[in-house]
């Protein structure tokens, strides 16, 4: 035994040979471990961003979007509907959108939005997070004789104007919510992504 000869390239070709396998070998378990680290496919959709076409909404219609499991209303608002908003800021709690939390800064301004026709919010009333009625015409309604369009929630009797604005002296504190947003092209929006982080 002590006589025998060592074949070196024989043992360097064993050990390279191990180690090769043995380095596989902790790759294949990583990767499983490592990719369980990961949120699931439905954990990634519900963050996701939402394109809506919005080509077929008519002048004065409402059309929901669900973006994060909750409702965006996108409406698409006539001139006589964006003429009667600035009349309303006397009753209104925030008029001029100063609660920065509720609108990214490209929505902060008389109409909330990006394009003044164009009205997207979250559907969820600041109160308790009902989902509110839209009620555009613009006549007396029972909850408010000069109502000019807008949102009403039937839960709390909390009102929204066609801005998206809170009304004063109705339970809901805030106006409703602007999510980021912007237009991929004239008659489609993305919701979930600002323009400056789409460019």
């Not at 490592?34 to 394109?51: D, F, L, M």
């Amino acid at each position: 035994m002590a006589n025998e000869v060592v074949d070196h390239g024989r043992r360097r070709f064993l050990t390279i040979t191990t180690a090769v396998v043995g380095g596989v070998g902790v790759v294949a378990v990583a990767v499983p471990f490592i990719k369980s680290w990961e949120p699931s496919a439905r954990a990634k959709a519900a963050g996701a961003p939402v394109t809506a076409d919005i080509s077929k909404i008519e002048p004065g219609q409402k059309v929901t979007f669900a973006w994060r499991s909750q409702p965006v209303f996108v409406v698409n608002r006539t001139k006589d509907q964006l003429a009667a908003l600035p009349s309303l800021d006397v009753r209104l709690t925030d008029p001029k959108s100063e609660v920065t939390d509720q609108q990214p800064k490209y929505a902060q301004n008389a109409t909330r939005s990006i394009k003044p026709e164009w009205l997207v919010v979250v559907g969820l009333c600041t109160h308790l997070g009902c989902v509110p009625d839209f009620e555009p015409v613009m006549k007396p309604e029972p909850f408010d004789p000069n109502w000019k369009g807008g949102f009403y929630c039937p839960c709390h009797k909390s009102r929204y104007d066609l801005a998206g604005r809170v009304f004063q002296g109705v339970p809901a504190p805030k106006n409703l919510p602007v999510p980021p947003y912007h237009f991929v092209d004239d008659t489609t929006i993305q919701i979930g992504v600002d323009p400056k982080e789409a460019g």
